[in-house]
Structure formats: C-alpha cells, structure tokens
C-alpha cells in the first residue's frame, strides 16, 4: 500500500470526486476499528437493525478497565483541553506465537506480551487516519524497569505499563485503548468469506506446509492468522510481519465497506458475533463513542489511509544475547511533535517512509 500525503487541495478534490457515489451507497464508514481488524464498528451504522447490532456488539465484546494509581495518572502527558485530535493505542495479542506466554491479556494477566502495536492519530479535521506501526523488539524506556524491548512492558506490568511506555516515548497522551486476539482476524476472514490481498514476497508459513505465492491470494481462517503472524520467513522479521498485519487490515476494511456485506444483515450479525468476544476496549470507547467517530470519518478512503513503521536506527544484540531494534529517538521526538501539534501530514511530507 503506498502511502499518499494528503492537503487540503487534495483531499476537498478527493471528496468532491467520490463524495456522490457515497452517499449513493449511504455507506457509514466507521474506519477505526477496521484498524484493529474490528472493521466492525462500520456495521453498527448500518440500516434499520442499528441498535440490535450495538446490543450484540456491547454484550460480546470486552471491556478494560486501566486502574491507573494516582502516581502513574499524575504522570500522563497533559493534553491540551483546545486539542480534538484523538491517539489510539491497538494492541494485537497472538496466544499462538511461540515466543509468548499462553495465558491471556484480554482477561487482565500481565505476564501476556503483546505480538502487534500500533499508535493511531487522528487529526481534530478528521480528514485523515493515520496508523504507526511500533516495533515491539524497540529497545526503550520502560518506566520503574529501565531498557526493554517495547513489548516486554505488558509482561512487566500489564497494559497500565505499556500505556505508560507508549505515552513516554512521545510525549503525547493516549486516549483510547483497543486489543483484539489474533484469532480474530481468523474469526474475521471466515465471516467475510476470505480476505483477498497482494502479497509482495512468497514465503511457507515456519512449521507449516501453507505456501503463500506472489500475488493475489485469498486469505480465511488459519491461514489468514498465519499470514499475519509470520515473521520468521523473511529477512527483516517483524517489519515485513507488520506490513502484511497492515495489508490484510485494509484489504478486510474495503471488504466489510463493500455495498454487498454492508446490505447483507446476516453477513453483519455474524461477523459481530464471531468477532466481538476477541475484543476489548477501554471503558471510554463504547459502541456509541465509535458509531459518532465513524461518521466524522465517512471521508477518508481505507484505501488511502497513511500506514508506516515508527523508524528504528538498527538491530543489536543486548549484553544478556537479546536481538534488538534501537530506536531511533530523533524520529520518535519529531513524530511526538507532530503528535502534540496535529501536524503528522507535514511530518510525512518532510520524513516520508521507506516502506510502501
């Protein structure tokens, strides 16, 4: 997916130019949790059965409760009051990975380590979303415990420390919380009958026999999981694993967005009930919460959303053998700015990414 700047001039022709065939479809595009494979939230604004859909959503779904202690909610960035924009931590818990614990995060353990990061802006314009990949072997400052890899803060304390570590390292306060099991994606992928996505490097899942050729291909159900867990196949690891959990994000946001899921209400129910039980949100971030930011969203096309990889500055190996990724503090602090400013389209323009 290339990530595309975007400006005022572009995006008033961008929504000019498919603003009528939108309303034609009277789509209500609720892309936020599309980015933690919840695309869900979309259906919650969709006809008639709109409330019965929010009910079952509510009732499947997880809530999460941080119980901050007054020490460490003294210690969170203050936001300013005048600041609409909005900064989402998801968080992507895989119980299959081998190098995790196999208890759960969804149900409050701290000794789970999250697979997958992502910090999310978005801007007071609602004009744009955009969606920052943090590598979780980044060797930072986890506070009480010194350096660690990013995502041994959630074995160390819970999601309260990962919070506390994310919010650290930029300077910039978060204000909602998502996690979602990796099994969701699976659950997902079967509900909309297969995620079809272009996969730029054939690999074999590691201890499997499932091929994934160069190309087009239709993701469902284990497979889907293993093509985004895999990071052992490829040469740069979690970066190309980060870049296939992002491709397969917005192939099943265009798919949920679509006028036959979206007019299909047996489709929808049962992509909320096989979906929600694998989510879990901070008590702030209701059905209702993300059903009025999906509609200040209807603008922004999932397939122009600005998705890349927080910068590093290299792999190392720690004194006790760890493999590492430093982090690269000149781009985190610009990256913070640009977060306390609601400036992340000229960060781009100026530090555009590497990665397509």
């Given at each position: 997916?290339?990530?595309?700047?975007?400006?005022?001039?572009?995006?008033?022709?961008?929504?000019?130019?498919?603003?009528?065939?939108?309303?034609?479809?009277?789509?209500?595009?609720?892309?936020?949790?599309?980015?933690?494979?919840?695309?869900?939230?979309?259906?919650?604004?969709?006809?008639?059965?709109?409330?019965?859909?929010?009910?079952?959503?509510?009732?499947?779904?997880?809530?999460?409760?941080?119980?901050?202690?007054?020490?460490?909610q003294?210690?969170?960035?203050?936001?300013?009051?005048?600041?609409?924009?909005?900064?989402?931590?998801?968080?992507?818990?895989?119980?299959?990975?081998?190098?995790?614990?196999?208890?759960?995060?969804l149900?409050?353990?701290?000794?789970?380590?999250?697979?997958s990061?992502?910090?999310?802006?978005?801007?007071?314009?609602?004009?744009?979303?955009?969606?920052?990949?943090?590598?979780?072997?980044?060797?930072?400052?986890?506070?009480?415990?010194?350096?660690?890899?990013?995502?041994?803060?959630?074995?160390?304390?819970?999601?309260?420390?990962?919070l506390?570590?994310?919010?650290?390292?930029?300077?910039?306060?978060?204000?909602?919380?998502?996690m979602?099991?990796f099994?969701?994606?699976?659950?997902?992928?079967?509900?909309?009958?297969?995620?079809?996505?272009?996969?730029?490097?054939?690999?074999?899942?590691?201890?499997?026999?499932?091929?994934?050729?160069?190309?087009?291909?239709?993701?469902?159900?284990?497979?889907?999981?293993?093509?985004?867990?895999?990071?052992?196949?490829?040469t740069?690891?979690?970066?190309?694993?980060?870049?296939?959990q992002?491709?397969?994000?917005?192939?099943?946001?265009?798919?949920?967005?679509?006028?036959?899921?979206?007019s299909?209400?047996?489709?929808?129910?049962?992509?909320?009930?096989?979906?929600?039980?694998?989510?879990?949100?901070?008590?702030?971030?209701?059905?209702?919460?993300?059903?009025?930011?999906?509609?200040q969203?209807?603008?922004?096309?999932?397939?122009?959303?600005?998705?890349?990889t927080v910068?590093?500055?290299?792999?190392?190996?720690?004194?006790?053998?760890?493999?590492?990724?430093?982090?690269d503090?000149?781009?985190?602090?610009?990256?913070?700015?640009?977060?306390?400013t609601?400036?992340?389209?000229?960060y781009?323009?100026?530090?555009?990414?590497?990665?397509?």
């Amino acid at each position: 997916m290339r990530l595309k700047d975007i400006d005022d001039a572009t995006f008033a022709s961008r929504s000019a130019r498919y603003g009528a065939e939108r309303k034609k479809k009277r789509r209500v595009r609720t892309i936020l949790t599309s980015i933690v494979a919840v695309v869900l939230v979309a259906t919650l604004g969709a006809g008639y059965y709109v409330f019965d859909l929010q009910r079952q959503f509510k009732e499947k779904s997880n809530t999460l409760s941080l119980n901050l202690t007054t020490e460490q909610q003294e210690a969170r960035p203050v936001k300013d009051p005048d600041d609409g924009s909005m900064n989402f931590l998801m968080i992507g818990v895989d119980h299959a990975d081998e190098d995790a614990p196999s208890n759960s995060a969804l149900q409050g353990a701290v000794s789970q380590r999250s697979d997958s990061m992502m910090l999310v802006h978005i801007p007071e314009d609602r004009s744009q979303i955009y969606v920052m990949s943090l590598v979780r072997d980044m060797y930072v400052d986890i506070p009480g415990y010194g350096k660690n890899k990013l995502n041994a803060a959630v074995s160390l304390g819970g999601v309260p420390l990962l919070l506390q570590t994310v919010e650290g390292m930029f300077d910039t306060k978060v204000d909602h919380i998502a996690m979602i099991d990796f099994d969701g994606f699976k659950e997902l992928s079967t509900a909309l009958g297969g995620v079809k996505v272009k996969n730029d490097i054939p690999f074999t899942a590691h201890d499997t026999d499932y091929f994934y050729p160069a190309g087009d291909i239709t993701l469902e159900g284990d497979r889907a999981l293993r093509f985004v867990r895999e990071r052992k196949s490829f040469t740069n690891g979690d970066y190309q694993r980060v870049a296939n959990q992002r491709k397969f994000i917005a192939a099943a946001a265009g798919q949920l967005l679509s006028k036959d899921t979206l007019s299909n209400p047996v489709k929808l129910y049962d992509i909320v009930d096989k979906v929600s039980p694998y989510l879990t949100f901070d008590d702030g971030l209701d059905a209702a919460t993300m059903v009025g930011l999906g509609k200040q969203l209807s603008n922004v096309d999932p397939e122009n959303m600005a998705m890349f990889t927080v910068p590093t500055a290299g792999t190392s190996t720690t004194a006790d053998g760890q493999s590492i990724e430093l982090a690269d503090e000149a781009a985190i602090s610009k990256i913070g700015k640009a977060l306390q400013t609601d400036s992340m389209s000229q960060y781009l323009k100026e530090n555009p990414p590497e990665e397509n």
